[in-house]
């Protein structure tokens, strides 16, 4: 994965981690060291003992690496985009109307004869539904017509429906009937054929309230959450990352292992978006590690299609949800939602 | 087709105007007065649509016992509605109108700064996570005898995470106002 440096950036960097931390490849390789060499060689009695770089070494210096008290775990924080689009707030929805309105008011008038041929099934369906809509051309804007004498009353009264985006629908998917057959014969309310309707926003999964389903909270993002066998404290999937593998890696590795193959996922990028840290635990002496501590870094995942599955997982879980920010911060944990609270979604 | 014909009337006046145009003087004027003064065609009407060249140009082609074309008619007469001098002039409201539209407008940007403002407000919660992420990232050695910064240097690579693979097709879903059918599969198999 590394990207292959020099026999020179290579010795520089095994030196220099021996010695201190390397930050990244680049600062590595930029000869500010031996400038700093240079002065520290002019000017030996201020930071010889920090700056001065060793001699370059003819053989590799083996030190003992310390323990890591830290463990490094990979974690994914699978969501599910929401579906559809919020609903708008009453205050939107009566600007909307307004503006249809003024619109109305602006434009040119509509012209029948250009969209329909003179009797034919479609004019007289026409002529039949502008006769119910009072002669509006609009089919959404209620009664209000911006040529005639009432022009200027363009605004709708206090409590009106009119700007209701479910009157807005029924009054369109009325409209949507056909009311004229092919040879031009009015049809009876009865052997009207009704129009297809669009599904409804809350689904069967919303009414019983199951956060294991994924079509719940459809305006909404899900975040994938699990629960790990003894300590019965909800979390995301997590595991710890290997000497060969990546963060990304490690992350698609644990989902899988975790959740099933059964889904469409996608790791958004390979930068950790949240970690959590916990502490280690030190002996008295401040050096013997009693417990190592966790640095847990969290990728962000998205899920396009199927369901999780925890049968047979390695990683001893139990039991998972699908749950909404707001429920997110009621089910986990004070650390682990101040973790992830700033990753989330605005819905 | 009759249409057609008529169009093709009207593009072999342009043409015309196209070979001409070595001359400074429109060819309307040319074809109608001769140089000399005009007299005000009746073409000129707003119901007329077009201008007077196409008119002359046609008239002279077609004869005058020969009816026009009703789908040309139509199409005329939906152009003369559409016509500038015949969209409604620009809105004129009283003081008291003018002040509540004037309210309902200030209302509508509020909102929107509003929305927006909540929306930067978890763009930079969410970068400066993404940050403080990277940074312990950064400081932090390991796993197992892997220098420190190692793992944040492979996860600033971007191979592969740019180009035609990079993002998977099913992510190009637009929201919509109403669910599918059916609204998630859950049968779904790699």
Redesign the interface.
Known sequence: ???APGRRGSAL?LRS?SRR?????QCASIPTQFYSAEAAATQPTITSTTTTPPPPLPTKEKTL?KP?P?L?KSGVILS??????RLP?P??AS?YL?QKR?NE?????F?K??YFKQDTALDLDWRIKLKERHGVPAKDIGRYN?RGRMA?ND?VLVGSTTSDPQHIVETLLKDAEVRVSEDGEEIAPEERIPVER????T?EADEKNDVR???RR??ETLYLVVKRGEENEWGFPEG????QE???ETAQRILTESAG????T?IV???????R?SQPDFEEDGKTIKQRGE?V??LKG?I????ADLTDNKHGLTDFKWLTKNELKETLSKDMWDAVK??L??R | MSLFQSLRGLFRSSQQQCIRSISTTPVPLKGAGGGGPKKPSSGNKPGGGFGASGKSVRRSQRGNDQPRDPKMI??M??LA??NPK???A??RMARN?YL?HWT?HR??LL?RRKQRE??ER?WM??Y???N???E??????????????????????KWG?YGLKG??I??A?P???????V????????
């Not at chain 1, 599910?80 to 689009?85: D, E």
């Not at chain 1, 669009?198 to 926003?201: D, E, N, V």
């Not at chain 2, 390991?142 to 220098?147: A, I, Y």
């Open positions: 994965m590394m990207s960097l981690s931390a390397v930050v990244c490849l690496p890591n830290y490094i599910r985009p929401p579906i559809l689009t707030t205050f939107e600007f307004y003024l008011r602006l434009s040119a008038p012209r004869d250009f911006p200027w605004e669009p599904m409804p926003r689904t389903r994924l079509d459809l305006d710890q990352v290997p000497t990546a963060l990304h193959p059964n889904m469409n996608w990028g390979r930068v950790p978006v949240a970690h840290v640095k870094f969290y998205r396009m299609a199927g369901q700033n990753m979604d605005l | 139509n199409l007469r939906h509605v559409l015949r969209i409604p620009p809105l109108r509540r309902i209302a509508w909102f909540e929306r978890v919660k969410q400066q996570s993404m403080r992420a990277c312990e990232l950064r400081l932090t050695s390991g796993p197992d005898t892997r220098p420190e910064g190692y793992l944040f240097r492979v996860a600033m690579e995470v993002v998977p099913e992510y879903r929201q919509v106002e109403t669910p599918p059918r609204a998630w599969s859950h049968d779904w198999k790699p």
